[in-house]
């Protein structure tokens, strides 16, 4: 078997896509390969400018990579993102000093170089360890996307950045652009991850207390595509929209209104009533967008599971449901019914966005949507309800980022906007509708025409459409409930979280038992297995209350980052003793302990769930 041959088999095996686009990839001539002065393969590629750039040292590759990772000082970081493969001896050289209990991500731009390096180089050490995943390509959009599927798959907290310098030199222009991608990428991860940690609590809550509204609304899912080739106004609450509010009543009847609720009151005090307002704020902060509306028979909520519940149980118009994944909502959904998957997105305003896209809208036009800070203010007035005003962001504060605007100019932005924006870049890469920035200010948003409201008001808003009737037939579609066999259900479950918490506190005081006697008497296996059995059968038990396990992990991400970190993994290395014996003590203590406040939170919100179901069942009785 070939070289080529054998890099490729083991490729398939992780990288199924990319072993069969290289092996189908007929050289261009672009990467010629020759002997180095050692005998070891080599390569030259042309660059850029048409230059020449050699992928290896001439003279020996080997040592040149021996030199190069010393030169790096690695030290014991989770994952490593390695810019360019080059021919490949760097990588090599890395397995061979870092090759255990780390990752390692490969980025190449040019397939023709990773190519001509398989044919060269036996790579059976990398491919075959398992702990490298690569890319190969220019598409930003599929690098964004694979570096988030890399962090969603995995609880790596940190990553250190490797440049090959051949690569470096040979594509000066993409590796840069490169690692803002997984800047960018890590930085959305740690607010997910933050986000989910913080507020796990709160979500679990409002989905068991929505559970009666979601069971009577309708859900988003017959809606796909309903509304094809009819214009759709996203009206965000941005700084700019103070400038061109006035004119979205125009668009009444002509286009589908759809708002975030930020903006719910402003639009409706101009008369530019929305046809839907969109919230998914699981916080009390958005509740004052929707209190003293007065009648809404002709406006439609759009929420997930996760909403704040007042928002859900006042809103007097009509309600969508967008189906969420969470362990909580796919347990309810055999007794609420499906309401339809939709991407819920990081904001409010992808929200929307992504239903104007799901009902195939086109074309899609932004209002307010600025993602950048004008003066000092952050929204439009009246839309600043837990964010005040008077922000003064200064060029070199670390707090802001500058960042280019849609006039031209550089604008500031915060990081967590950057963030937003680079979504919004990559979705509307990925949309068939034409997508247009009417916002008339703030951030350059890359894929997006501009245009002046007023000009989409008059190329696209010409025709009248029936908006309300479809989303009337999406209003009609709630399935089914059956509330007696829900009821049943969380009765069952409140018991499943009643018994995980009283099994957790026996083993934490079993715990406790154990390192008291290792403390004063040593590590006594004799002794002590007993209890170490008593403590593993009390662990089997909480496992066996599946559902009620099932949607507690909602509430144990930061305990499941604790268990990925490397020095608890690092405890399963180390000999039997009393060192190794208080380690994994002090772990099963960080676990049960996290299940007891867990199972006690779930318990009283099961409770009050129960009382809620009795008092709606007593009434349709």
């Known amino acids: 078997m070939s070289i080529i041959e054998t890099n490729l088999r083991l490729l398939r095996v992780g990288h199924p896509e990319l072993a069969q686009r290289l092996e189908a990839l007929a050289p261009d001539g672009s990467v010629t390969a020759f002997a180095s002065k050692s005998g070891h393969p080599v390569a030259r590629a042309r660059d850029e400018t048409g230059g020449e750039v050699l992928l290896a040292s001439e003279y020996d590759p080997i040592v040149e990579a021996e030199r190069f990772m010393a030169a790096q000082k690695l030290d014991e970081r989770e994952a490593y993102a390695i810019l360019g493969f080059g021919m490949g001896y760097h990588l090599l050289e890395i397995l061979n000093h870092l090759g255990k209990d780390h990752y390692f991500l490969v980025v190449e731009k040019d397939p023709q170089v990773m190519r001509m390096a398989i044919e060269q180089v036996d790579f059976t050490p990398l491919f075959d360890s398992g702990r490298f995943v690569f890319f190969c390509g220019d598409d930003r959009i599929e690098l964004s996307a694979w570096f988030t599927r890399f962090l969603d798959h995995t609880f790596v907290e940190d990553i250190t950045v490797v440049r090959h310098t051949a690569s470096m030199r040979l594509y000066p222009s993409f590796y840069p652009n490169v690692m803002r991608e997984l800047e960018t990428a890590a930085n959305r991860r740690i607010v997910d991850l933050a986000t989910s940690i913080s507020w796990s609590k709160k979500f679990q809550g409002n989905i068991l207390a929505n559970a009666l509204n979601v069971s009577r609304a309708g859900g988003v899912g017959p809606l796909a595509g309903k509304l094809a080739g009819v214009p759709a106004i996203l009206v965000a609450a941005g700084p700019s929209l103070d400038k061109n509010v006035e004119l979205l009543s125009a668009a009444k009847g002509k286009a589908i209104l759809i708002c975030v609720g930020t903006v719910f009151k402003k639009l409706l005090a101009t008369g530019a009533r929305p046809d839907v307002v969109v919230s998914m704020d699981p916080s009390d902060r958005s ?33 969508l449901i967008i189906d969420v994944h969470t362990p909580a909502t796919e347990w309810l959904k055999r007794w609420v019914g ?36 004008s003066g ?23 707090d802001y980022i500058w960042i280019d605007g849609a006039d031209g100019a550089k604008v500031p932005t915060m990081r967590n906007f950057l963030n937003f924006l680079t979504i919004f870049e990559t979705e509307v890469a990925a949309t068939a509708a034409q997508c247009i920035d009417a916002t008339e200010g703030g951030a350059l948003k890359r894929g997006m025409d501009r245009m002046p409201l007023q000009e989409v008001l008059s190329t696209y808003c010409g025709q009248e459409h029936d908006v309300a009737s479809v989303l009337r037939a999406g209003l009609q579609s709630n399935t089914s409930t059956d509330l007696p066999g829900l009821h049943a259900e969380v009765r069952r479950v409140h018991k499943q979280a009643q018994n995980v918490e009283q099994i957790s506190q026996q083993g934490l005081k079993l715990i406790s038992k154990v390192l008291d006697h290792m403390k004063a008497r040593g590590y006594d296996e004799t002794t002590l297995r007993p209890l170490f059995t008593k403590i593993n059968d009390l662990h089997h038990r909480a496992h066996k209350e599946e559902t009620a396990m099932t949607l507690l992990q909602r509430h144990l991400v930061n305990t499941r980052i604790f268990f990925q970190s490397r020095k608890v993994k690092q405890i399963e290395e180390m000999e039997m003793g009393q060192e190794r014996m208080t380690l994994e003590l002090s772990r099963s203590k960080r676990l049960l302990g996290d299940l007891v406040e867990a199972a006690g939170f779930l318990t009283e919100e099961l409770a009050k769930l129960d009382r809620r179901m009795g008092d709606e069942l007593s009434v349709q009785k």
């Not at 509740?287 to 809103?315: N, R, S």
């Not at 939709?342 to 949507?369: E, N």
């Open 287 to 319: 509740q004052v967008y929707f209190e003293d509306t007065g009648a809404l028979d002709d406006v439609v909520l759009v929420a997930d599971p996760e909403v704040y519940p007042p928002i859900l149980d006042e809103f007097s118009g009509g309600k």
């Open 338 to 373: 499906e309401k339809g998957l939709m991407v819920k997105g990081r904001t409010v305003a992808h929200t929307a966005f992504f239903f104007a896209r799901h009902l195939g809208c086109d074309p899609i036009a932004f209002v307010g949507l600025d993602l950048a800070l």
């Open 376 to 398: 000092d203010h952050v929204h439009a007035s009246g839309c600043n309800e837990g964010w005040g005003e008077g922000i003064k962001p200064e060029p070199d504060s670390p």
